[in-house]
């Protein structure tokens, strides 16, 4: 019976950890220096119209970076789409200057949700491309952008 129940809570955490991200894909910023012509640009095939995505922008820095948030251009183009760029305001540290979101060493990860229970007007391939829309240019520190999305 003990066996049973260490196979069972096993089991549950296998499934709670798994990645259920219908796409995800990052970039690399090269020199850890993001100019504003470098605008990484992620392909995504969709085959179900019906379905909502929660769409997630992936952001990875070091712990050098200046400030405590960053503007990015959320730019989106495909079937039934105009072409459209939304500017999202992500919060990386907290006002006493304590980073959010996942660290390994000197690199901190954030995930934040642009888009919430979002459909696509069709099936088909639906570009995203991700820009920095800060006042300083190239932006340092900034080591990798991407997207992530989840199918519901």
């Not at 196979?7 to 690399?28: I, M, P």
């Not at 085959?47 to 992936?58: E, G, Q, S, T």
Request: proline share 2%.
């Amino acid at each position: 019976m003990k066996n049973l129940l260490v196979l069972s809570v096993c089991c549950l955490l296998g499934v709670a950890c798994t990645n259920n991200a219908y796409f995800e894909k990052n970039k690399v910023i090269s020199n850890r220096s993001w100019d504003y012509n470098q605008q990484p640009s992620f392909e995504v095939k969709i085959d179900d119209k019906v379905a909502k995505y929660d769409l997630f922008i992936n952001l990875r820095h070091t712990n050098l970076y200046d400030y405590s948030n960053i503007y990015v251009l959320l730019h989106e183009k495909g079937n039934g789409l105009t072409d459209t760029a939304y500017r999202e305001e992500i919060k990386l540290a907290e006002l006493d200057g304590k980073w959010i979101g996942q660290s390994s060493g000197s690199l901190y990860e954030v995930q934040y949700l642009a888009k919430k229970n979002f459909t696509f007007p069709d099936t088909g391939t639906y570009t995203f491309a991700l820009e920095q829309n800060m006042r300083v240019n190239p932006l340092l520190e900034v080591t990798d952008v991407g997207i992530k999305l989840i199918k519901k």
